[in-house]
């Protein structure tokens, strides 16, 4: 099979593997579209993150699906010709996180596409079969790679505590963030604003059903909340993973509202006005990839709550993958595709 393996920073090599084999409790797919996450480019720019690098060639992509092709002795959930979407996080399955359902917590847990788990673009996967999710028949496999980014907003909405009628705010409006507005829309918020500092994104929310659409290189966040929505807005949802946006973002709450942080701001200290955290009493809570999110999100977007190919910017073949990295980088692309098989 063909695989596209990272084996230097700004550097993919098509290169010919073995097929895999399923074991008893696995399942091969055949793999189809497989998304470009920020991620995949931060290694592809870098060939490290943080601590961890390439030291062998990495197989990156971690938002993917296909079909079915063969399984093992063992599975019954899905059958051969099912297409399926994959989750890309395999926890341990017997830690305290894991025996209590936060799985996403596990820290044995391996995830694709980081050092020592291979991701997806490549054309077959070899996966456990319980980490593989059917796809309704209203489910494309585009839409059901796009799972992966769909799961990391239910799980930021269900973090928020989000009810019914709340105003949200959506800090910075990327593939995460344009996703959790529509997730956030189909869990009840009444009026959903966004902010970034790209106009081009700011247009795409808007498009997308964004009640208010805030620049926040020329306006302040939190001061234009308190003015539109009577203090503050319910929910905040930080999407952008920039230290002036989270502090922006933990100043947007109304009092007794939640900041929720789901960008990633590794190495970085924010400053927090922590009398006004208390005085206005809000909660603070972080957001890391998701739990049990997978069925939610392929109902979702089988009911057309949130419009995930609606994202997709460039669309290109596997044997392409170098020049859909470039294109992904771009400032006014959001999500960038591959096809697989
Ligand atoms: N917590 C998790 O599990 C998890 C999962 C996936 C992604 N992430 C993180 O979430 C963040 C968003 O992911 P993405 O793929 O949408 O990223 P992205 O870079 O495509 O989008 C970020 C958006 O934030 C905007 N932005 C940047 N600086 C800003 C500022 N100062 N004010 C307002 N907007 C600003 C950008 O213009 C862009 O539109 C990243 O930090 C990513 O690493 C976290
Ligand atoms: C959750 C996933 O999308 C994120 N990029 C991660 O690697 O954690």
């Known amino acids: 099979m063909k695989a596209a393996e990272l084996v230097d920073a700004g550097r993919f090599e098509l290169r010919d593997r073995e097929r895999p084999a399923p074991g008893p409790t696995d399942v091969l797919v055949e793999v189809s579209d497989v998304g470009i996450c920020g991620s995949d480019v931060h290694w592809y720019d870098h060939?490290?993150?943080?601590?961890?690098?390439?030291?062998?060639?990495?197989?990156?992509?971690?938002?993917?699906?296909?079909q079915v092709v063969a399984v093992g002795r063992d599975v019954d959930r899905v059958a051969v010709g099912d297409e399926v979407a994959i989750e890309p996080g395999v926890p341990c399955g017997h830690c305290r996180y894991c025996r209590d359902g936060r799985y996403?917590?596990?820290?044995?847990?391996?995830?694709?596409?980081?050092?020592?788990t291979d991701g997806a673009f490549r054309e077959y996967v070899s996966w456990p079969a319980e980490f593989v999710h059917e796809l309704p028949p209203t489910v494309s496999t585009r839409e059901g790679a796009l799972c992966e980014p769909v799961s990391v907003g239910i799980q930021a909405v269900?973090?928020?505590?989000?009810?019914?009628?709340?105003?949200?705010l959506v800090m910075g409006v990327g593939p995460i963030g344009l996703l959790t507005m529509d997730v956030a829309r189909a869990a009840g918020?009444?009026?959903?604003?966004?902010a970034d500092i790209v106009p081009s994104k700011l247009d795409r929310a808007t498009d997308r059903g964004a009640d208010l659409a805030i620049d926040s290189r020329t306006e302040d966040v939190g001061d234009t909340l308190r003015e539109e929505f009577d203090g503050g807005v319910d929910v905040v949802i930080e999407a952008t993973g920039a230290p002036p946006a989270i502090e922006a973002a933990l100043d947007a709450p109304r009092p007794g509202g939640t900041a929720v942080l789901v960008g990633l701001a590794p190495g970085e200290t924010v400053p927090m006005d922590a009398f006004e955290t208390v005085r206005r009493q809000i909660d603070i809570r972080g957001s890391y990839r998701f739990a049990n999110t997978y069925p939610t999100a392929l109902s979702l977007l089988g009911a057309n709550?949130?419009?995930?190919?609606?994202?997709?910017?460039?669309?290109?073949?596997?044997?392409?993958?170098?020049?859909?990295?470039e294109r992904a980088k771009t400032p006014d692309v959001i999500k960038g595709l591959l096809s697989v098989n």
Not at 54 to 62: F, K, M, N, R, T
Not at 158 to 168: E, I, T
């Open 158 to 168: 269900r973090r928020a505590d989000l009810d019914v009628g709340d105003s949200v």
């Open 305 to 325: 709550e949130v419009d995930a190919t609606g994202t997709i910017d460039v669309e290109m073949p596997l044997e392409r993958i170098g020049d859909a990295f």
């Open 47 to 66: 060939g490290r993150m943080g601590e961890r690098s390439i030291d062998e060639p990495l197989v990156l992509g971690h938002e993917s699906a296909g």
């Open 104 to 116: 996403n917590l596990c820290p044995d847990v391996e995830f694709m596409a980081t050092p020592g």
């Open 189 to 194: 918020a009444a009026t959903v604003a966004v």
